[in-house]
Structure formats: structure tokens, C-alpha cells
């Protein structure tokens, strides 16, 4: 049997990479909805905060999705 180091490594460098874009745009959202409250609770109003929160949150749920469809095809 002979392992493939380059594949190998190829396929962890992906897998790295893909899981630190996903914990990227997960935090973002996260920060996004928190400067939503904030400034909710200061009587302002930050409707492109919560709107790119969503939208980070929507990309995670698509990145995720593709994955999963990646697998079982």
C-alpha cells in the first residue's frame, strides 16, 4: 500500500482552510447581531449590522449544505 502524501496534505490543507472561513463567518455574524443590540439598546437603530449577520449566517448554512451534498454524492 502506498499513501499519497501529496493528496494528503492537500486534502488538510482544504479542510483547514474550509473550517477557518466557516469559524470566520460564524464570529462575524455573532459580532454582527451583538453591535445590533448594542446599538438597539442605545436607541439607535443598525439595520446593515443585523443584515450582514444574516447574511454571514446564510453563507454558513450554504457552505455547510455544499459540503454535505459533497458527501453523499
Known sequence: MKIDWAALGSVFGVSLSATVALVT???LG???L???ETATGQGGAAHLARTGAYACFALCAV????AIY????
Open 63 to 66: 457552505a455547510v449544505g455544499y
Open 25 to 27: 463567518l460564524f464570529t
Open 34 to 36: 451583538s453591535k445590533h
Open 70 to 73: 459533497l458527501i453523499v454524492s
Open 30 to 32: 455573532i459580532v454582527g
